[in-house]
């Protein structure tokens, strides 16, 4: 729920009805995630740069203190001045001054959100200094009266004609040109005559070469370029984050930056300035002088916390929040802080604001882990928010009591339910729900999920097979050759019991020995609850109950990409000093991988299938995105005969587990899997593929289509089983 700071679900409900941000963020933020993958795609040595910037960042904060030391220097030798300010109050009022003391009226200022963060145009107006933005998005929103909703695309919420009206307003026209091409002319020539007539020129910095006290500035516009070189005084405010050592470490930072933010290969201009500019300049008399301004304003404690010095990586690229799915269906204003936005917004708000400006929306963030994926730095953004959450939520002491231990353990849950006569009619009664709604935060205008009348463990007794509990202490089954685990996790064992019965007749068919596991939840649903001590042990039960198949090197399969993503990717951030937990992270798979490895036997099985003539639309899931698993799944499906397979765009559905059934993330969650029936619609009306059919892997994925595309959409393990009968 939003915090008492702000009404956060009117805010949800105002951007969802909001024509121009449902017509302008979604499509644009998409947009550019195309243009970036593309550019990402040409790029032979991407990884190789990811890691090497990542490396340079993480030795550059480590060293930091000395970095500074080294700037100072080398700037000073430069004949400019290094100001430190440890607060936004300090950044000001060191700027203002500057500003008296060079007799400085008028201010042109380049896109910086590091100024908007200490909010500079305001604090530089009182002190009687009149302050222009000249980056044509920030113009735009100065005239406006607005604030950015974007780390790179201020705008990226305005529609053309939002950009009309904030030039007659702002302008004060009657007369305003219609197309975006005249209303960016318009600007150009209403900023020169402000360029020319500008005492002080103030920009950020993308990056500060400590050894030689360089400012490196990337832009697409040409404004920052003016900015340091047209007035007598420029003045760059760069956050202590952006120093990096030498000159040889910025190659492959100007590799990966244009190509996350924008999807170009290399930006318009780029701004290597030491010192005070040119020397001589003929729109510049006498002596030019230049000062750089070093933010602490929490970084330096930043720096020091486990979890935020993560944050200090950012490039500001925006890349997450380009493919952040909350953020494309509210846009930065809602799903943001005063500053910051999206994902990443929620660390930094936290480091230069505090947690209690962090708590009023990083409950927005839907844990996809599709921020990770696209991050040129590799920052693990999903565990930065599911740590915060945890930081949140200790602070609060909103624990939710009994019915809140339950939530952070579905298994626990879906086991008390199926103990309790009645307990499923009784949980869609009205002042049921309107309980839950109060106690537990669970919307209730979404369905709760129904129980299959056996759990896939009971079913594969029925049949013969072997089983593990981990009520029953563990490992009773000694693993052996040709042996493949089925791990039935909560939703599998529980919901999705029919993907699991053809879960284990594929893998009989290939020949396996079939053992299904079943016991501890993973952990996924106690992080998204932000009760990291519960997720602790829930992993540490679940690695116990695994760890004899995985160090006997006994393949263990998964079926839900969520719960198979949380023990690869999660568990060695819940259990660090458990060597143990790295074995089972590398023998866990994904099925379709594994399907994939095992092709040729697959392929023998599928032999004698009868050629159906239709399409497979499938949805991925998010975490089966990230993880790399997605391919596997188009490739397994694509070889049933007759298939034909296409995949949605969509980035996520929405539901993201517990997300889709909380209140104050419901309206986005339904707006999201609204989108994707959309999309599937619009796909299945143009194939000519013979008849539709909808997969996906995720139980939510499942749960979001069923309710709002009408559809019954089926696990891909299903299609495989039948096909291989």
């Known amino acids: 729920m939003s915090s008492p700071g702000r009404d956060l679900e009117s805010e949800i409900r105002a951007a969802l009805t909001d024509p121009s ?47 500074i030391a080294m700037a100072e220097e080398a700037v000073g030798l430069a004949g400019g001045t290094v100001h430190h300010a440890e607060d936004a109050e300090a950044a000001c009022r060191i700027v203002a001054d500057i500003a008296r003391q060079e007799d400085c009226r008028t201010a042109v200022k380049s896109k910086s959100m590091t100024s908007e963060e200490v909010g500079l145009n305001a604090a530089l107006e009182s002190a009687g200094i009149e302050v222009r933005e000249t980056d044509l998005g920030e113009y735009i929103v100065q005239l406006d009266g607005d604030r950015p909703s974007h780390i790179v695309a201020p705008i990226l919420h305005k529609s053309v004609e939002d950009v009309r009206q904030a030039f007659r307003r702002g302008l004060d026209l009657d007369e305003v040109p219609e197309s975006a091409a005249a209303l960016t002319q318009l600007a150009r020539r209403r900023l020169r005559d402000e360029f020319l007539a500008a005492d002080l020129g103030i920009t950020g910095a993308n990056f500060v070469i400590a050894e030689s006290g360089t400012v490196v500035v990337v832009e697409n516009e040409g404004n920052a370029r003016l900015c340091t070189q047209v007035p007598r005084v420029h003045v760059a405010l760069a956050g202590v984050e ?383 995105k990230t993880a790399g698993w997605y391919p596997a799944l188009l490739e397994t499906l694509g070889r049933v005969p007759g298939a034909k397979v296409q995949g949605t765009a969509a980035e996520c559905c929405g539901m993201a587990g517990s997300y889709g059934y909380k209140t104050g993330t419901y309206e986005i969650s339904r707006e999201l899997g609204r989108r994707l029936v959309g999309e599937i619609d619009d796909l299945a009306a143009a194939s000519d593929h013979g008849s539709c059919e909808v997969a996906a892997c995720g139980t939510s994925c499942r749960t979001q289509l069923r309710e709002l595309g009408g559809t019954a959409p089926r696990h891909p393990i299903e299609l495989i089983e039948e096909a291989s009968r």
């Open 242 to 624: 952006k120093l990096i050592p030498a000159m040889a470490d910025l190659q492959p930072f100007l590799e990966l930056l244009p190509r996350s933010a924008t999807g170009q290969l290399l930006s318009v201009y780029l701004s290597i300035l030491t010192g005070p500019g040119w020397g001589r300049s003929p729109l510049v008399e006498g002596a030019r002088s230049f000062h750089l301004v070093l933010l602490d304003n929490g970084r330096m404690a930043m720096r020091e916390d486990p979890v935020l010095r993560e944050a200090l990586y950012c490039i500001r690229c925006g890349a997450c929040l380009n493919v952040c799915a909350p953020y494309q269906a509210v846009g930065g204003h809602v799903y943001g802080g005063p500053t910051y936005q999206s994902g990443i917004g929620a660390a930094w708000e936290a480091g230069v604001r505090g947690l209690d400006t962090a708590s009023e929306f990083a409950h927005l963030c839907s844990a996809c882990t599709r921020c990770h994926d696209v991050c040129p730095v590799r920052i693990d953004i999903p565990w930065l928010n599911s740590s915060l959450r945890g930081r949140i939520e200790l602070k609060a002491g909103t624990r939710g009591g009994r019915l809140g231990e339950l939530l952070r353990e579905p298994r626990r849950l879906y086991e008390r339910i199926r103990r309790t006569p009645g307990a499923s009619w009784l949980a869609e009664f009205p002042p049921v729900r309107a309980y839950l709604q109060k106690a537990a935060d669970i919307d209730r205008r979404r369905p709760l999920p129904e129980l299959a009348p056996l759990t896939l463990t009971e079913w594969y007794e029925q049949q013969g097979g072997s089983v593990v509990r981990e009520a029953e202490g563990g490992s009773r089954v000694d693993p052996a050759p040709g042996m493949a685990v089925l791990w039935a996790d909560c939703h599998s064992e529980h919901i999705e019991v029919a993907a699991g019965r053809a879960a284990v007749r594929v893998l009989e068919r290939l020949g396996y020995d079939v053992v299904v596991v079943t016991g501890s939840c993973c952990g996924r649903a106690a992080l998204s609850q932000g009760d990291l001590p519960s997720a602790q042990r829930q992993a540490a039960s679940l690695l116990g109950l695994l760890e004899p198949f995985a160090e006997a090197g006994v393949p263990i399969l998964g079926l839900e990409p969520s719960c198979v993503s949380c023990v690869v990717c999660e568990h060695e951030h819940l259990l660090p000093d458990e060597p143990n937990a790295m074995i089972l992270a590398v023998r866990v798979q994904e099925i379709f991988e594994f399907l994939r490895d095992n092709a040729a036997a697959l392929d023998d099985i599928l032999s004698c299938a009868t050629p159906q003539d239709r399409t497979v639309l499938v949805h991925g899931h998010c975490q089966q």
């Open 21 to 67: 941000i449902q017509q302008a963020v979604g499509p644009a933020t998409r947009a550019v995630a195309t243009a970036r993958q593309a550019a990402v795609a040409d790029f032979a040595a991407y990884d190789a740069a990811r890691d090497k910037a990542r490396a340079i960042k993480e030795r550059a904060i480590e060293r930091l203190p000395e970095l």
